[in-house]
């Protein structure tokens, strides 16, 4: 009987397995464009309006092109890691870290400035960067430093 048959069971839950995994990987795609379509429309309209004379050209346009442009390099460097991760050739070194005492030892909202501004990664900027919800940030710093 098919039902007693342990083969048809992993086939079961190989087809069940193969289904999620399409799903997420859906879902992923799905996800990514839309974060992907938001500082591209940025920088396309400021561009434009540069282009057509509606905005003149200042630091304040080219400080949003650039701030757009590195969140969509953040968002190429994560899927770079995810895909590293994936493949199993993600490389992830470990240390020890007093959070109390490097939390007792900085001042928190300087830490996250400079670690937006691409500061050295530093058990600190570790610490802001997860307290400021700004993992994103701290794993395009780690990446780039080859932590």
Request: hydrophobic share 45%.
């Amino acid at each position: 009987m098919r039902g007693d048959d342990p083969r048809f069971e992993r086939d079961a839950e190989l087809g069940e397995h193969l289904a999620t995994t399409e799903q997420r990987r859906t879902q992923l795609l799905t996800e990514v464009t839309h974060e992907l379509r938001t500082p591209i429309t940025v920088i396309r309209g400021q561009m434009e309006a540069l282009l057509d004379g509606v905005v003149a050209p200042s630091d304040e346009v080219y400080v949003a092109v650039a701030d757009e442009a590195a969140r969509v390099q953040r968002l190429v460097d994560d899927l770079t890691m995810l895909s590293q991760a994936d493949e199993g050739t993600l490389e992830v070194k470990l240390v020890e870290l007093d959070l109390a005492a490097v939390a007792a030892d900085e001042d928190l909202p300087a830490i996250v400035r400079r670690l937006r501004a691409g500061s050295r990664l530093t058990p600190a900027l570790l610490l802001a960067a997860i307290l400021d919800g700004d993992l994103d940030q701290f794993i395009t710093a780690s990446l780039k430093q080859g932590v």
